[in-house]
């Protein structure tokens, strides 16, 4: 892997925690625990969404093709 590839994840990392850090100085009201329960899954889920896109590439329709009915062929009564 490339520095630049192993820096962008340290980064991400470093992100998520800094991340979960702030959540825990939030003020315990029912908004600072509203907001709180987001940030908290969603500022460490940029390192995992970063990590997972590494990954091997996988098509949407790797099964096969995808077939759908035309519209003509959904048409009902006389033309």
């Known amino acids: ?4 590839s192993d820096q962008l ?3 991400t990392l470093t992100f998520g925690v800094d991340v979960l850090r702030l ?4 003020p315990r009201t029912l908004a600072g625990q509203t907001i709180g329960r987001q940030l908290a899954r969603s500022g460490p889920a940029i390192g995992s969404n970063y990590r997972r896109s590494l990954g091997q590439f996988r098509p949407i329709g790797r099964n096969g093709p995808i077939e759908r009915p035309c519209e003509q062929e959904r048409q009902v009564g006389p033309k």
Do not use: A, C, H
């Open 9 to 11: 994840k340290q980064r």
């Open 23 to 26: 959540v825990d100085d939030l």
């Open 1 to 4: 892997m490339s520095s630049q």
